[in-house]
């Protein structure tokens, strides 16, 4: 087994995750906190942790539905996150807009300008929901490195 | 050191509090949590009222002459509940499946859709909704006379011109036949 592949497969076993708030009312934003930093929803189980610079991430969390302040911003930060990564819309603002939909300050859904793997609408969505989206990204990030079909 | 001991014998009977979701089923669903929204096709009568409140737009109704489509589109869905609380019959519901995770490629596939075909009203042949019973019964709760069975498949017109047939003494179209060969006979 060649070092590229022995590198690929310990590092599917700790998807970093990186948040990015993309003027978010922050209802989000405590539920992705929760997941993370409660016991009960422990997203550290999955081997997951949250990283404080974009360089580091695999897995990019976006909250918001992508205000026109915050648009340049949000599209500068996930530009500097690696290849492969994941992108996941957490909450119905991101994917559609949610209630702020067709709004003078909104630029978004979010994949106009990104490429999203993963959608987990809700408003907010479950702390559960959030670990069955990591968990499905985690999925996608494996075909994405090329280990699983 | 004894208020320790009663948390360690705790926490060795009860397990660890961490919900073992997503490695084994959830142990945590509230009572009343607000899930996915589901349409009782049985019940829409395509009033519009739920996608007139509806904060997010996810609401579509479509009206044709045959019936009528209604369309929830969870993504844009923000489980508010404002459309269960004002639908007048009780059509709309939130149950309490909450997975919601789903890839890109089904982000336009994940909607509430219930197509209700319209029946021939039964006197005039207009293409109407029938109005559910339990609907009925609330209507004509002091009514009792009345048939439900006869007034579901009316037209609203068809229903005003028999009300007034009622309210002025004269049979209905259904058993204005009836009466006929009955006077036919005392005659």
């Known amino acids: 087994m ?17 948040r990015i708030n993309a003027g978010s009312c922050n209802g989000c934003d405590v539920e992705l906190a929760t997941t993370a930093l409660i016991p009960r929803y422990d997203v550290e189980r999955l081997g997951c942790r949250y990283c404080g610079s974009p ?16 648009h340049d911003q949000v599209l500068r930060v996930w530009n500097e996150i690696p290849e492969p990564k994941v992108t996941v819309a957490v909450g119905i603002c991101p994917i559609s807009g949610g209630v702020f939909r067709e709004g003078y300050s909104i630029t978004g859904p979010l994949d106009k300008y990104i490429p999203v793997d993963v959608n987990v609408p809700g408003c907010p969505p479950r702390p559960q929901a959030i670990l069955e989206a990591v968990a499905l990204g985690l999925k996608i990030w494996k075909q994405k490195l090329g280990l699983e079909a | 050191m004894a208020a320790f001991l009663k948390v360690l014998f705790r926490n060795l009977l009860e397990g660890p509090s961490t919900d073992p979701f997503p490695l084994a ?92 075909a319209y029946e021939p009203c039964s006197v005039c042949g207009k293409k109407i909704r029938p109005v559910p019973t339990q609907i ?50 005392n005659a």
């Open chain 2, 136 to 185: 009925l019964k609330k209507l004509y709760v002091n009514n009792t006379d009345i048939d439900l069975e006869h007034v579901q498949h009316l037209c609203p017109a068809c229903r005003q011109l028999e009300d007034a047939r009622r309210s002025a003494g004269l049979p209905a179209a259904a058993e204005k036949a009836a009466v006929e060969q009955t006077t036919d006979a």
């Open chain 1, 2 to 18: 060649d070092f590229d592949k022995l590198l690929k497969k310990n590092s599917v076993r700790s998807p970093w995750l990186f």
């Open chain 2, 25 to 116: 089923p959830t142990k945590m669903e509230p009572e009343r949590l607000r899930g996915r929204v589901v349409v009782d096709e049985k019940l829409c009568m395509g009033c519009g009222i739920c996608s007139h409140y509806c904060v997010a737009g996810a609401i579509n109704i479509q009206h044709t002459d045959d019936g009528h489509t209604i369309t929830i589109w969870h993504n844009a869905c923000c489980r508010c509940a404002a459309c269960r609380q004002y639908c007048p019959v009780g059509a709309i519901s939130l149950i309490k499946d909450w997975h919601s995770a789903h890839e890109e490629a089904d982000k336009y596939k994940v909607v509430e859709q219930k197509a209700i």
């Open chain 1, 55 to 70: 360089r580091h991430a695999d897995i990019v969390l976006i909250t918001g539905p992508l205000t026109a302040r915050i």
